[in-house]
């Protein structure tokens, strides 16, 4: 696609249950990361996925959190369980070329409410 | 401690007027890169400007430019004749060469305001 699309853009859950989150990274990019940000604050790095290769999963704030990518492309962002403090905007981002001088392009964010 | 740091949470600017958000960074790496991201009230991240850290010309684009003193380790964004619309949060960020991850590790942000 021409963007990183995300869906939902808006989700409202009850506390406890499961939500899954999307991200349709560009085109052929093949770095894509997952970040968090709560009100007022900035961006918290979850996870990466970069090909074929292990993610770093070393931003995960809980085992509650886990992401997947299937085929190296699409990927889900996936809370158990949710609670209060998970309520934030998820931001996916996707990178066609990894390295210091490379920026991403970033999605419009999925605004999770937890209530 | 804090990657980057960004020390300013609020500023306000009149319109036409310059202004300068200031961002420090710590890092040992020798090869890293330097961002500024813009993000609206809509949300989206909209990418300013790169500085990389062996560029020895502060890096421009249209009204932005990055004052890059890395003897200090800062990379202040400056813009030129400030208008409404640039009226936003602001986010300094690293990316750093020996992060296999390449992570882009960001600021707390600065939110402008621009004055008419």
């Known amino acids: 696609g021409a963007g990183v699309s995300q869906s939902p853009s808006n989700k409202v859950t009850e506390k406890g249950k499961d939500v899954e989150l999307r991200c349709d990274p560009i085109?052929?990019?093949?770095?894509l990361y997952w970040y968090r940000q709560s009100l007022g604050q900035g961006l918290e790095f979850l996870i990466y996925?970069?090909?074929?290769?292990?993610?770093?999963k070393s931003g995960l704030p809980s085992d509650r959190f886990s992401a997947e990518r299937t085929g190296g492309s699409v990927s889900t962002l996936t809370i158990q369980r949710t609670q209060q403090e998970d309520s934030a905007v998820y931001l996916c981002?996707?990178?066609?070329?990894?390295?210091?001088?490379?920026?991403?392009?970033f999605g419009s964010g999925t605004r999770l409410t937890v209530v | 401690a804090q990657k980057i740091t960004q020390t300013q949470p609020g500023m306000f600017v009149q319109e036409k007027e310059a202004v300068t958000l200031d961002c420090t960074y710590d890092?040992?790496?020798?090869?890293?890169?330097l961002f500024w991201y813009k993000q609206p009230s809509s949300g989206e991240m909209i990418f300013l400007i790169y500085?990389?850290?062996?560029?020895?010309q502060n890096a421009t684009e249209g009204r932005y430019s990055l004052n890059f003193q890395k003897a200090r380790k800062s990379a202040n964004l400056v813009i030129s004749a400030s208008q409404l619309g640039d009226s936003a949060m602001y986010f300094c960020?690293?990316?750093?060469?020996?992060?296999?991850?390449?992570?882009?590790?960001f600021g707390s942000g600065t939110r402008l305001l621009v004055r008419p």
């Open positions: 981002a996707s990178s066609l070329v990894v390295g210091p001088a490379y920026g991403y392009t």
């Open positions: 960020a690293m990316r750093e060469a020996m992060d296999s991850s390449y992570k882009l590790i």
């Open positions: 996925f970069q090909g074929n290769s292990a993610p770093d």
């Open positions: 500085q990389g850290s062996y560029d020895e």
């Open positions: 890092t040992s790496d020798q090869s890293y890169g």
């Open positions: 085109s052929g990019h093949t770095a």
